[in-house]
């Protein structure tokens, strides 16, 4: 059972992974604490009633190499409390390595958590920087054990491909967004040493998206993987994840949307005050993604020049040209509404001066 195992693990895991103090905060209406090695404990309402025992980043660079919590991580900076946050009101901070296994994939990863006074929404950000010597296919994933209402066991996992959430319920419900192309979501009993490398891989990379799992005695573990993304020696790769709340489902997604509202503004804002220095040519990941009906997408112009942005369908059908004027250097976004056009995947084309770009986005009714 579980609730042994635990018993006789916590103590090796605290000594092994969880030296030090780790750093929380309260807004209200949920509660975060965030450990020296990575590890997202989500609370709510405040801290004394567990909702989220554990969730911790995953990357994937082969299917016997995947970066992950309980195996790979060391402490690069110890986590602290933000003492003056610049997007939020409450901010805790760690910076982990690969260096406790010392196995591929190598990195540093910078986690940001922000929340908001009597806000029932936590928005999480994983900074990824490669330090390997050639350039790799990785998946960002992540694992989730959830501990709903303070136990484990009997919650009610369900991923929602129309929205892209992720929710866990008993009494209280529990939600998380990813803002990446989803590839898989796979939810099965928790086991001990579910984590072997093997089955992370295969779990964050198979193409199976459960929508819905009804937890046993021991109670859900939950993974997921993004699409297949280009990691090249020391670039940088950031994630979000929005974590919301709700005493029912209404309450839930209303937060979750708050949530999403917020990201959308922090995102916009960051690379507004970034526009002045940009430094190439790049067409974003739309955002959200998958989306239904609408969905933004941005991009960044080193120099002033003719700009033409389309959408096409997936037999390169145009389907809508959303920009086609002169527009001068920096960051720039535009939204596509597609109430008028069929679920299913579509691509969007960037040009300019000669340069283009192409990517994938879904559309899910």
């Known amino acids: 059972m579980k609730t042994l195992f635990t018993f006789f693990t916590l103590a090796a895991l605290i000594i092994l992974n969880d030296i030090g103090i780790a750093q929380s905060f ?176 295969r779990w964050m990379s198979d193409g199976n998206i459960d929508s819905e799992y009804l937890a046993g005695g021991d109670g859900a573990a939950i993974v997921f993987g993004s699409e297949e993304f280009d990691f090249n020696p020391a670039e940088t790769k950031v994630l979000w994840v929005v974590i919301g709340v709700g005493d029912n489902e209404l309450d839930l997604n209303v937060n979750m949307q708050a949530g999403l509202v917020k990201l959308t503004q922090i995102i916009t804002s960051v690379e507004e005050e970034n526009s002045n220095i940009i430094s190439g040519f790049s067409l974003n990941q739309n955002y959200p993604n998958p989306f239904n009906p609408s969905t933004t997408i941005s991009y960044q112009l080193k120099e002033e020049g003719k700009v033409n942005l389309k959408i096409f369908d997936i037999t390169g059908n145009e389907i809508a040209e959303l920009v086609n004027e002169m527009q001068s250097a920096g960051y720039k976004s535009v939204s596509f509404d597609a109430s008028t056009v069929p679920s299913g995947t579509y691509f969007y084309r960037l040009s300019q001066n000669g340069n283009v770009q192409t990517k994938k986005m879904t559309l899910i009714k």
């Open 26 to 201: 309260e807004t209200g209406k949920i509660a975060v604490t965030l450990s020296n090695y990575g590890r997202i404990r989500v609370a709510a309402p405040d801290l004394t009633v567990r909702q989220i025992d554990r969730s911790s980043i995953l990357i994937s660079k082969s299917p016997t190499e995947v970066f992950d919590y309980l195996e790979d991580t060391g402490i690069e900076i110890p986590a602290e409390t933000v003492a003056n946050p610049e997007i939020s009101d409450f901010e805790v901070y760690v910076k982990i390595n690969s260096d406790t296994s010392n196995r591929p994939p190598s990195l540093l990863v910078d986690i940001n958590v922000y929340g908001w006074n009597n806000e029932g929404y936590l928005l999480a950000k994983f900074t990824a920087f490669s330090r390997e010597a050639n350039a790799y296919m990785a998946r960002w994933g992540m694992e989730i054990i959830p501990q709903i209402d303070g136990t484990y066991g009997n919650e009610l996992v369900q991923y929602s491909e129309s929205d892209g959430f992720l929710r866990m319920s008993k009494s209280k419900q529990v939600g998380y967004y990813a803002a990446t192309d989803i590839n898989s979501v796979n939810m099965f009993e928790w086991f001990a040493g579910y984590n072997r490398d093997t089955s992370l891989y």
